[in-house]
Nanobody, 115 residues
């Protein structure tokens, strides 16, 4: 079994920054596992925000390119999402996902961008 625990969400003003963390534990070879961040706003489908391969190649949704950065620390079994220049449209529950023979999801962390 694999557990993913996200943290770092909260309330931030437009233009502000947050860093989300997702730490994996259990039966996972983290350094060989692709990781991703998704988000789901109220009334909308869950969407991919950013993805990082085991080799640290990255890709981003067009809506966050240039503002968000995904990274990983294999020594800490942790993936990060650094978010800058936040907009109200970034408000959502953010989930991390471990991608392998089976996919695993975290419980989500709320990000609210509002003045």
């Amino acid at each position: 079994q694999v557990q993913l625990v996200e943290s770092g969400g909260g309330l931030v003003q437009p233009g502000g920054s947050l860093r989300l963390s997702c730490t994996a534990s259990g039966s996972i070879l983290f350094r060989f596992t692709g990781m991703a961040w998704y988000r789901q706003a109220p009334g909308k489908q869950r969407e991919l925000v950013a993805h990082i391969t085991s080799g640290s190649s990255t890709n981003y949704a067009d809506s966050v390119k240039g503002r968000f950065t995904i990274s990983r620390d294999n020594a800490k079994n942790t993936v990060y999402l650094q978010m800058a220049s936040l907009k109200p449209g970034d408000t959502a529950v953010y989930y991390c996902k471990a991608i392998g023979r089976m996919d695993y999801w975290g419980q989500g962390t709320q990000v609210t961008v509002s003045s």
